[in-house]
């Protein structure tokens, strides 16, 4: 994708929407949605990192309720002309098609190459990525098993959305409180991913979410990871100008 002039493209993750509970939730959901609202005048393509919510299932005919200011939101972006791209997080990792076809928002499970003004993104939401979180990644096969996605579904949802919004609620991630500090190259694992992947290609540029930190992380003189921090706690994004990426706050 080419950026025309005076256009940007721009990066978020990590609203957790519906967390701790809907009610106290709408706050950070309306400063999202203003967010939209500002960077539809000069996006030429936004890309949402994962955990837009909290938690997200996805029945053969029921979704969860609420967050109806920023699905009519990305509705109207999306229908104005401007690309809009989601990349499933370890919190809504139960996606299927309900953006894609309410939408027309395409859906990513795993991190993809972009392109735009020949610099090479690589991007993704970031969970179970680099050398460590064994417990994470065994526990994501389970979550993802289809038989696993088939026996949930078989609770009714008035019991099994209140079920995953309590063990959900209970991960410390949503809070961030784990992900305060920079934990050091050798432990944080995404920097360990990017170098691995920079060992058999180039890019520019790789974006996540997941950590809930901002960090802008130069991997050699030319490569730089970047992760777009919350919406809980910082507000911030990612921006690329047709020349750079850079951090902002809302």
């Known amino acids: 994708m080419t950026i025309p ?29 203003q967010w939209l609202d500002d960077i539809k005048e ?23 309720k609420g967050f109806v200011r920023t699905l009519g939101k990305l509705a109207e972006i999306k ?3 401007i690309p809009v791209y989601f990349f499933v997080g370890n919190h809504d990792l139960w996606m299927n098609n309900y953006f894609e076809e309410e939408l027309n928002i395409p859906v990513f499970h795993k991190p993809k190459e972009f392109k735009f003004n020949n610099k090479t993104f690589l991007v993704g939401h ?26 949930y579904r ?18 410390k991630m949503i809070s961030g409180e784990e992900d305060q500090g920079f934990l050091g190259e050798d432990r944080e694992w995404l920097i360990q991913y990017c170098r691995r992947k920079l060992e058999k290609k180039h890019y520019d540029y790789f974006l996540f979410g997941h950590r809930h930190l901002p960090l802008e992380f130069e991997l050699n003189n030319n490569s730089t990871y970047i992760n777009t ?22």
Request: glycine fraction near 10%; aromatic fraction near 18%; hydrophobic fraction near 35%.
């Open 5 to 33: 002039e005076g256009k940007k493209v721009y990066f978020s993750s990590d609203n957790h929407l519906g967390a701790p509970t809907q009610k106290e939730s709408r706050l950070r959901e309306k400063k999202f949605v």
């Open 42 to 64: 000069d996006a030429a393509a936004i890309f949402l990192l994962g955990d837009l919510f909290d938690f997200w299932f996805e029945y053969k005919h029921v979704v969860p």
């Open 79 to 81: 229908d104005s002309g």
């Open 126 to 151: 970031g969970d179970g990525l680099g050398p460590g979180d064994h417990g994470y990644k065994r526990m994501k096969k389970v979550f993802t098993n289809p038989l696993s996605k088939w026996l």
């Open 154 to 171: 078989w609770l009714h949802p008035d019991l099994g959305v209140p079920l995953a919004q309590y063990f959900s609620i209970k991960n």
């Open 229 to 250: 921090g919350d919406w809980i706690n910082y507000y911030t994004y990612a921006v690329f100008d047709g020349k750079e990426v850079k951090l902002e706050k809302f």
